[in-house]
């Protein structure tokens, strides 16, 4: 009797002091920091996660989202692992083109390894994209015209060579056996531009993400070849076929999520974690989703440093396939 008086004081008390530091582990001053100009895919992260932690209520305090642009997140990469390591209140956002420029050593001596790697919260994929009375139909066209004569087909998106826009469209190329030093490629500063390019004739393809070109999808001026997913995506873009199944076994998720500095405390990490799976487990996080374009992606914790881990794995192989590797990392 005694002894099990004992257990439930003990069991008690543990219970007490597990509440007490989740509670301390709250951040006094949550901070979602987006590495470039308002505006983007990385401030679109940030309200993502800014509205569903609150709409959750795994925030007590409101999360004010800064921007820190440069070098496509390298400065925000850079200052959380050299400046503020331990900062428990703030988690960067970043993507699939930061996990690229990761594997090419373009975020100087830091990499993957040199953060804590904290949730994926959603998806976009790749696109190839032509005017809407472009005379190609699908992507075999397409790839056939560039195969005849890749001076004749030119290829613009928001990216320079190396950017992963560019990547997807080598990978086509090289599938359809024409060496990449032989495409036509512009660079432009985002889709936006892009996308103005190719209504205005002066490119004839689009790299992209799907989610750039919902609207002019609606207003029936563009024409999605092919998006760069593993199976038909749902709902309105169900008709869009997939690279893979028109003979071009390419895949290529732009994942969202995010990271924290590497010294954070184990108790800061485990309460952003759990934050982060309880937002994303409601159907309030799905609608926020689907509102910003993206589509079903969620990782968190360990199972998420994996995937990191091994996407930048693979993008390096493919980096150094055409020479885009500037460190050996």
């Given at each position: 009797m005694?002894?099990?008086?004992h257990?439930?004081r003990?069991g008690?008390?543990g219970v007490?002091?597990?509440?007490?530091?989740?509670a301390?582990?709250e951040?006094d001053?949550?901070?979602?920091?987006?590495p470039a100009k308002?505006?983007g895919g990385?401030?679109l992260?940030?309200?993502?996660a800014?509205a569903a932690?609150a709409?959750?209520?795994?925030?007590?305090?409101?999360m004010?989202i800064?921007?820190?642009?440069g070098?496509?997140?390298?400065?925000?990469?850079n200052?959380?692992?050299a400046?503020r390591?331990?900062d428990?209140?703030?988690?960067?956002a970043?993507s699939?083109?930061?996990l690229?420029?990761?594997a090419?050593?373009?975020?100087?001596?830091?990499?993957?390894?040199?953060?804590?790697w904290?949730a994926g919260?959603?998806a976009?994929y790749g696109?190839?994209a032509v005017r809407a009375?472009?005379p190609?139909?699908?992507?075999?066209?397409?790839?056939a015209?560039?195969?005849?004569?890749?001076?004749k087909?030119v290829?613009?998106a928001?990216?320079?060579?190396g950017?992963q826009?560019w990547?997807k469209?080598?990978l086509?190329?090289r599938?359809?056996?024409?060496?990449?030093?032989q495409?036509?490629?512009v660079a432009?500063?985002?889709g936006?531009?892009?996308t103005t390019?190719?209504?205005?004739?002066h490119i004839?393809?689009?790299?992209?993400?799907i989610?750039?070109?919902v609207?002019?999808l609606?207003l029936?001026k563009?024409?999605?070849?092919?998006v760069?997913?593993?199976?038909?995506?749902?709902?309105?873009?169900?008709?869009?076929?997939?690279a893979?199944?028109?003979?071009?076994?390419?895949?290529?998720?732009?994942?969202r999520?995010?990271?924290m500095?590497p010294?954070?405390?184990?108790?800061?990490y485990?309460?952003?974690?759990?934050?982060?799976?309880?937002?994303m487990?409601t159907?309030?996080?799905?609608?926020l989703r689907t509102e910003r374009d993206?589509?079903p992606?969620?990782l968190?914790g360990?199972?998420?440093?994996r995937y990191?881990k091994?996407?930048?794995k693979?993008?390096?192989?493919?980096?150094?396939?055409?020479g885009?590797?500037?460190?050996n990392?």
């Amino acid at each position: 009797m005694m002894a099990s008086r004992h257990v439930a004081r003990f069991g008690a008390c543990g219970v007490l002091l597990l509440a007490t530091a989740v509670a301390q582990a709250e951040p006094d001053n949550p901070e979602c920091i987006a590495p470039a100009k308002p505006g983007g895919g990385f401030d679109l992260s940030c309200k993502l996660a800014q509205a569903a932690l609150a709409s959750s209520r795994q925030l007590s305090l409101p999360m004010r989202i800064s921007y820190m642009p440069g070098g496509i997140g390298a400065v925000a990469y850079n200052t959380i692992v050299a400046q503020r390591p331990a900062d428990g209140n703030a988690i960067v956002a970043f993507s699939g083109g930061s996990l690229l420029n990761l594997a090419q050593g373009k975020y100087g001596k830091y990499n993957v390894n040199d953060v804590r790697w904290l949730a994926g919260v959603g998806a976009d994929y790749g696109m190839i994209a032509v005017r809407a009375d472009s005379p190609f139909r699908n992507l075999k066209q397409l790839v056939a015209a560039v195969k005849a004569n890749p001076s004749k087909v030119v290829f613009g998106a928001g990216g320079t060579v190396g950017s992963q826009d560019w990547i997807k469209t080598v990978l086509i190329a090289r599938q359809a056996g024409v060496a990449h030093q032989q495409m036509r490629y512009v660079a432009f500063e985002g889709g936006g531009e892009t996308t103005t390019a190719l209504l205005g004739g002066h490119i004839q393809a689009a790299s992209g993400d799907i989610g750039e070109v919902v609207s002019q999808l609606d207003l029936k001026k563009i024409r999605v070849l092919a998006v760069m997913s593993d199976k038909r995506l749902p709902g309105r873009l169900a008709d869009i076929p997939t690279a893979r199944e028109q003979g071009f076994d390419i895949v290529w998720p732009i994942i969202r999520g995010f990271y924290m500095g590497p010294k954070v405390s184990a108790a800061d990490y485990a309460f952003w974690e759990h934050s982060f799976r309880k937002a994303m487990a409601t159907p309030e996080f799905a609608r926020l989703r689907t509102e910003r374009d993206l589509f079903p992606f969620s990782l968190t914790g360990a199972a998420f440093d994996r995937y990191v881990k091994h996407q930048v794995k693979e993008y390096r192989k493919i980096a150094t396939e055409f020479g885009l590797v500037y460190q050996n990392l």
